[in-house]
């Protein structure tokens, strides 16, 4: 898949898991995503490969000894790097990739956290057990009631104000 300003919309949900890599540029701002499926080139000497496996895929990073990968700031030992979600990599020709397996977001009773959680919609308190939704880019809650859809009232989260793909919601609202 070509990279440039074209492809940022590219993205797949599989099992609630949309797996991809954002290319940043020199803001830190994304500009450009590529869904990772099988082998995905980032960069000389760079690819993330997909290892299916029955309890969820597993993502690695997979590097050559003649070009620099740094991974989160270090360099990357030759050989395979298992990815974490918001890991960052920096291939050897300079370009910076931020990979994410971000889950759907889906209303579901809010669990608690052993401390009051002000949605960051209304700012008010999440009561546990009632109907929430966890933002999948900064994991922040979100009321989603019927009489309270703080989730899918915007078409972005209330925290980061990262653009939405949608939500299962109990107000009955996607």
């Known amino acids: 898949m070509p990279v440039g300003g074209s492809d940022a919309a590219f993205w797949s949900a599989s099992e609630g898991i949309t797996a991809h890599v ?5 803001s830190g701002n994304a ?3 590529r869904v990772l499926t099988g ?12 290892a299916r496996e029955p309890a969820g895929d597993t ?6 000894a003649e070009h620099r990968t740094l991974l989160n700031g270090r360099p990357v030992v030759v050989g395979a790097s298992v990815l974490r979600h918001r890991d960052e990599i920096r291939t050897h020709d300079g370009a910076t990739w931020r990979f994410s397996n971000d889950a759907r977001a889906e ?6 956290v052993g401390h009051p959680v002000r949605c ?11 109907p929430a939704v966890r933002c999948p880019k900064c994991e922040l809650y979100h009321h989603e009631r019927a009489d309270l859809p703080c989730w ?3 078409a972005f989260c209330g925290g980061c104000f990262a653009a939405k ?10």
Do not use: M, N, W, Y
């Open 59 to 64: 993502f690695v990073l997979v590097t050559d």
């Open 152 to 154: 899918s009232s915007e």
């Open 31 to 33: 500009s450009a995503a």
């Open 107 to 112: 209303a579901a009773p809010f669990p608690g």
């Open 39 to 50: 082998v995905t080139p980032i960069g000389p000497g760079a690819t993330i490969e997909v």
């Open 120 to 130: 960051p919609r209304c700012t008010t308190d999440i009561e546990v057990g009632t």
């Open 22 to 26: 954002e290319r940043l540029d020199d």
């Open 165 to 174: 793909q949608g939500a299962a919601s109990a107000a009955g609202e996607a």
